[in-house]
């Protein structure tokens, strides 16, 4: 059992707790949710202190209600300025491009990611068509003869790609290329692919105008899980808390 200043936290309603905290272990699971029930005990104790009455939705208080109150009312929170946030967007230009656009054709080479021999035939495969593709056989027919994808029907066209519109691990490859048949094969979840990159044209810098409100929130939320962090450590500090260790938690929230 936990003592949080004399209120006890069972062991129940612990376990009941953890349905809301997937860890990868019971135990983790069991840290997260006895460290969420003593966090919500404090902010509760603090709230009852301070006789604060907590807004509810559909009658039901929740840990975020006694938080945003006490938040409100012990703790100062500023807000980026303009000055903040322009210095954030000439910081940082990479977060503020458009996508690229790539015209993409690919030969799909379709192999399982479980089928270890199928893979094998696959890359074996690629290295020969990109071998001979180099030497001046047409992508097109390559990719009506060998490729499993619907695009065969188009010489492998993808058409205009940008970020987003494919798996990760295709994407990563691609978006780094430059412009020209790609030196060996893609590997994805559904096979390999030969890949000719047609054109390429780069991202361009977004206006700071389009993205100020966005960067605002970003260093406004910042700030918040800062101070959240920083109040709900002092009310840690300041309490009697048996039963449980913060220094066992590896919540982001502690560290």
Aim: some cysteine.
């Amino acid at each position: 059992m936990i003592q949080v200043n004399d209120t006890p936290i069972s062991e129940a309603a612990i376990m009941a707790e953890m349905q809301y905290h997937p860890a990868d272990s019971k135990r983790t699971a069991m840290l997260k949710a006895a460290e969420s029930l003593v966090i919500g005990e404090l902010l509760r104790q603090r709230a009852a202190e301070l006789g604060l009455e907590i807004s509810t939705e559909n009658n039901v208080v929740t840990e975020n209600n006694y938080l945003d109150a006490l938040l409100a009312r012990e703790v100062m929170i500023p807000t980026a300025t303009d000055v903040e946030c322009e210095q954030y967007y000439k910081l940082n230009p990479q977060r503020f491009t458009s996508s690229p656009l790539l015209e993409v054709r690919h030969i799909l080479l379709a192999a399982a990611p479980e089928d270890d021999a199928a893979r094998v035939e696959a890359k074996t495969l690629s290295e020969i068509l990109v071998q001979q593709l180099q030497q001046g056989t047409s992508f097109v027919e390559a990719a009506r003869n060998y490729s499993a994808c619907p695009s065969k029907e188009t010489g492998g066209s993808l058409g205009q790609i940008s970020r987003g519109q494919t798996v990760p691990e295709f994407e990563r490859q691609i978006f780094s290329a430059e412009p020209g048949l790609m030196p060996q094969g893609i590997e994805s979840r559904y096979g390999i692919h030969v890949v000719e990159v047609m054109r390429k044209v780069p991202g361009q810098q977004l206006p700071y105008s389009a993205v100020k409100q966005k960067i605002a929130d970003y260093l406004n939320e910042k700030v918040r899980r800062k101070a959240v962090a920083q109040y709900i450590h002092q009310l840690i500090v300041q309490a009697n808390i048996d039963g449980y260790d913060f220094q066992l938690s590896d919540s982001p929230l502690m560290q």
